[in-house]
């Protein structure tokens, strides 16, 4: 297993994907942006902006708890570096309406160990902002529904 240093850009806890930025900094990776989702490993140490962080690439981290062997696991779309597993992130993905890169992290080898398994992220749209037509007949809206269940109505719309 090969261990390499980088300098924190913000506190991190050891058993979090990371990634580098453009400032050659570590940061918690997150699901939104190809850049944050290029995680380049799990965190072996904690600490805080400024300071020097082992970040596992390759090989086995064992901190974890309460994993299945076998089940991949992922990069959480809603709390940056934390790693889970695929019923989570997919429960996860259901709750935001954005689009999101799915990165794998690794694989579970025990109820404790993660092999790491570094994948480039995948583009996943969010099915939740398609709609869908039954015919090629042009669509023709007259109301917008909003989340809180107002409408704003398009012919009178400014």
């Known amino acids: 297993m090969a261990l390499t240093s980088f300098k924190a850009g913000e ?10 930025s ?5 940061y918690k990776a997150s699901s939104f942006t190809r850049d944050q989702a290029s995680v380049i490993g799990v965190a072996i140490d904690s600490g805080v902006a400024g300071d020097l962080i082992r970040v596992n690439p390759d090989g086995v981290y064992s901190e974890y708890s309460g994993l299945t062997p076998g089940e991949l696991q992922y990069l959480s779309v809603t709390t940056s570096g934390q790693v889970v597993n695929y ?3 997919a429960t996860e993905f259901a709750t935001v309406s954005l689009d999101v890169y799915r990165e794998v992290i690794g694989r579970a080898i025990t109820s404790s160990g993660v092999e790491v398994e570094l994948r480039k992220p995948f583009y996943t749209v969010n099915t939740t902002q398609l709609l869908l037509l039954e015919s090629s007949t042009p669509l023709a809206l007259d109301v ?4 809180d269940g107002s409408t704003i109505e398009l012919e009178t719309a400014p």
């Open 144 to 147: 917008i529904l909003l989340e």
């Open 11 to 20: 506190s991190i806890s050891a058993g979090q994907a990371v990634y580098v």
């Open 22 to 26: 453009s400032t050659g900094l570590i």
């Open 87 to 89: 019923t989570t992130w």
